[in-house]
Each structure stands twice: as C-alpha cells, then as structure tokens.
C-alpha cells in the first residue's frame, strides 16, 4: 500500500482579530506554501498581482482540475496569502501582499541580532537582491 501523506493546515482568522500570535499566523502560512502545488499556485498568482487571476486561468496553468484548485485556494485564503473578491461570474484570486509582507518579516525580524537589513535581504534602493540575481542571470 502506497503511503499517503496529508498537510494540516489551521484556520488562521483574519489579521484584525487579536487573539492569533505570529507563531499561529506564520505557522499557517508556512504550512500552506510548504505543499508543491499550492507553492505553485502562490507563486502564479504573485506573479500577476495586483491584477490577479480568475480560477479556470490558474487551473488551466498548473493543469489542475477545478476542485483540487479549489481546495488549494481555500488553504491560501484562509493562511492569508491570497483574497478572493468576485467579479461577476468570476472569483478574482490576488496575492495578499501585505499577508506575504508580514509572513516574511517574521520570518527576518531577528536576523542579525534584530538588525535584518545587515542581512542584506534588500539593497539600498529597496531592490531584493535575489532579484537582482535573478535579472543579472537573465542578462538584464
């Protein structure tokens, strides 16, 4: 018999209510980026912010069937990584900056002994430096 492994991920309330730590937040985001196929799906849809994207347009990217992207997507809302708002017969999926901005600030705010900038996650024009990589490796 095949072993099938299953993720958990905890119902996160919204940032507004005060009774969930950071741990609890973080802990849900990371969990809900830490499955392939919703890191995927994230990583779509940041790639389209602020626009975002339609669900039959991410399903049809990632090549998932409409009720596994559903299930996906309902995890990232509920981590605060992505919002739904619907436009008429369609649900706009957008990534949650802010929710991102937060996770990753966690994630950095006692790098270096409470000093992340001498982590060098930015340089001085704000610019990522793994961007910069990223645009020196594509000859930009």
Known sequence: ?????????AHVPPSDCGEVSDNERALAGL??????SRLEIFRLIMRHAPEGLH???ISDTVNMPHNTLSSHLAILVRAGLVTGK???RFIIYRANIEGMRRL???LVMDCCQ????LCRFSSDDGTPDAAKGRKRAQGA
């Open 86 to 88: 619907r436009q008429g």
């Open 114 to 117: 409470g000093a992340p900038e």
């Open 55 to 57: 669900a039959k347009a």
């Open 104 to 106: 990753v600030s966690f």
């Open 31 to 36: 969990a809900a980026l830490g499955q392939p």
């Open 1 to 9: 018999m095949q072993e099938r492994r299953v993720a958990t991920v």
